[in-house]
Structure formats: C-alpha cells, structure tokens
C-alpha cells in the first residue's frame, strides 16, 4: 500500500511524519527533530516547521506545509471547490513547465474523502523573501512581474487546453467552482459591500450587485479569448522575492486554470500598486505586457483591444477581494480591506463595470 503523508492538523506533522517525506529525497538522511514555528489559517491551514536532519544541504531544512483551513468557513468553500487539490496536482504535474520561479516542492498528496497535503521548501531557505498581502510594489517591481507573467502566458498560448493531459485545468472542479461563484455572488457581494463600509464608494454598489446578479454571463464574456495558463491569485501576498526585490516569484497555486493572460494582470495591478502608481503606470506597463508578448513569439496583439479587456477583467479582482472580506477568515482584515480598497479605485476610475456586457 502507498505510503501518505496527508496530514489535518499541525500536531500530525511528527518526525515520522518528516521522515516518510525524506526518504523520498534521500533514503540515508535521518530526521531527528521537527518544531512547528508558525501557523496561519486562511484558506489553507499554512504550518511553518523547522525539521532537524542530517542530510545534505541541497535537503531543505525550513518547510511550509498547506493543510485544509481548520476555519470551518473557509474550509467549506475551498473543499467544495477542491483548491488544495488544484494546488497538489498543479506541483505533481505541471510546476516543471512553468517558467517562472515557484517554491521547490518536497510532497504532494491528493485523496479523495481524506483531503490533500502539500509541502514545499520555505522560500526563506534559499534567501527569499515573502511579501504580504497589502505590500505595496514599485512600479520597477511591478514591471518585473509583469514581464514573468507575459513570459508564462506566451509559453502556453492558445495550446494548453489542446493537451489532453491539462484539460483538468478547465475541468469538473473549475466547472463546479464557477457554479458555486455564481450561487453565491449576490448574497456574498452584498455582505462584503456592508463590511467594507466607506472603502467602497456607495457609487459602485448598484453596479456591483448588478454584475453579480449576471455573474455567469460576465464569467463568460471574460473567458472568450486566447487562452492560455494563469495563476489567478496574483495579489502581492502571493509574490516572493530576492533580498534585493530584483527578482520576483510566485506562491499559491490554488486557483491556476486555462483563461484570458491579461486577466492576471489586472489582477496583480490593481492589488499590487498604490493607488497613484498605478494611475500613472499602468498604460505603460499594458505596453510592456503586450511587448513581451510579441517578442515571445505571441502575434496580432491589438492593444486597444487589450486595454478594453483589462478594464473588464478588474471587475474579477475587485469581486475576490469583497468575497474575501465576506466570507472571513482568509485574509487578515487589514490587507483585505486595503486590497479592497485599491480594486474598489481601479474600476471606478477605469468604469470597469461598463466594460462588462451585462
């Protein structure tokens, strides 16, 4: 029978349990101690650990380790929508191809009825450095990802829901995920827009509910276009980087599925930059998105097109952020307050709604 690893808790995570994960790597390295040295609950249940071994320094020595949320909200909505598992399968079968600099991953589990567990190496071992989810990048910074993000989209341009091996990337659990979005968006959109309270300027509610209410319909106005594979998720509390921030990576593959290469880009802009930057930016770094594009092989980019595009696809950012803020206990209170509030200025100073066809 197989050995597992999954593991609900974070006193489930022993030294036996750390050793079963070794002797993957190197059947010689001995573990002797593990020490739990953080825990946070969002939408995962994310456990810090020390693990004390006597293997080569290539063996990883600081783990972060992704169990289902022990917050029973959260919880409920991401094993609906099988995120954890999205993220394993997205590490077992797909990660090597990606090029873009992610965690290194030690295991990764998935069974059904009995929930999924991954574990990567701390991006602190190799020097990196995690930012968090109200981070504010400068636009140097925010030019970096982008370019990434473009390098990523032209790799998988228009071919990835061609391979058989990744339709699971648009699949049942996408299929079911959307479904339980639009179920839910009127209730959910409601509750985040009282919460948030002044961050949202009472102008944008009735355009807010609206959508909402037309939900499908705008999902499938923002899902015809070249596809491509995209994080979905990029808000700065899921980008790593080196000590001197010159180089930028990417956490958190819950959401990564075949869409539209812009969409993340809207997303990490309008999350990502100070309200002021991105006025004064985000034309610009829309070119460099394009420019990128093109110089990686991708053709008949229409920039006016695209611009269009991104106005619409912020709607996207600014309804996860309210959803965030409504369901409770994903994201701490401050940040997403803050993210809602620069989504919130984004579509109203771009009149993003108005670019839905609803």
């Avoid at 909200?73 to 995120?83: D, E, N």
């Avoid at 990802?145 to 998988?156: K, R, T």
């Avoid at 648009?170 to 827009?193: D, F, Q």
């Avoid at 930028?248 to 309008?270: H, K, P």
Wanted: positive net charge.
């Amino acid at each position: 029978m197989k050995q597992t690893i999954l593991a609900r808790r974070p006193g489930d995570l022993t030294v036996a349990w750390a050793q079963q994960i070794v002797d993957k790597h190197d059947t010689n390295t001995v573990v002797a101690k593990v020490d739990v040295v953080g825990v946070d609950i969002g939408t995962t249940t994310r456990v810090c650990l020390t693990v004390d071994h006597n293997g080569p320094s290539t063996l990883p020595s600081r783990w972060f380790v992704k169990l289902p949320s022990l917050a029973w909200r959260a919880r409920m909505i991401t094993t609906l929508s099988r995120l954890l598992h999205t993220e394993v399968r997205f590490y077992n079968e797909l990660a090597k191809a990606v090029p873009l600099s992610i965690p290194v991953c030690l295991a990764a589990q998935s069974r059904f009825g009995r929930g999924s567990t991954l574990v990567l190496a701390d991006v602190a071992e190799f020097a990196g450095v995690p930012s968090v989810p109200n981070d504010t990048l400068t636009f140097e910074q925010a030019a970096l990802a982008v370019e990434q993000l473009a390098c990523s989209h032209a790799q998988f341009w228009n071919n990835l829901h061609l391979n058989p091996d990744y339709r699971w990337l648009a699949g049942p659990i996408r299929l079911l995920e959307n479904s339980l979005g639009t179920a839910l968006a009127v209730p959910l959109m409601k509750r985040g827009l009282r919460l948030a309270g002044e961050h949202i300027p009472s102008t944008l509610h009735a355009p807010a509910i609206h959508y909402a209410r037309h939900r499908r319909a705008a999902m499938r106005f923002l899902s015809y276009a070249p596809k491509t594979l995209v994080h979905h998720d990029c808000h700065p509390g899921n980008l790593f980087w080196n000590k001197n921030r010159s180089m930028v990576g990417f956490l958190d593959w819950q959401l990564v599925r075949i869409g539209e290469g812009v969409s993340d880009i809207a997303y990490l802009l309008s999350t990502a930059l100070s309200v002021e930057t991105r006025s004064l930016y985000e034309a610009e770094l829309l070119v460099k998105y394009a420019q990128t594009l093109t110089d990686n092989g991708v053709v008949d980019i229409d920039k006016t097109s695209l611009t269009q595009r991104y106005r619409a696809h912020l709607v996207y950012a600014f309804e996860a952020m309210v959803v965030t803020l409504a369901v409770g206990g994903i994201m701490n209170l401050d940040c997403n307050l803050e993210l809602i509030r620069r989504t919130a200025t984004a579509v109203k100073e771009l009149d993003a709604f108005s670019a839905l066809p609803i």
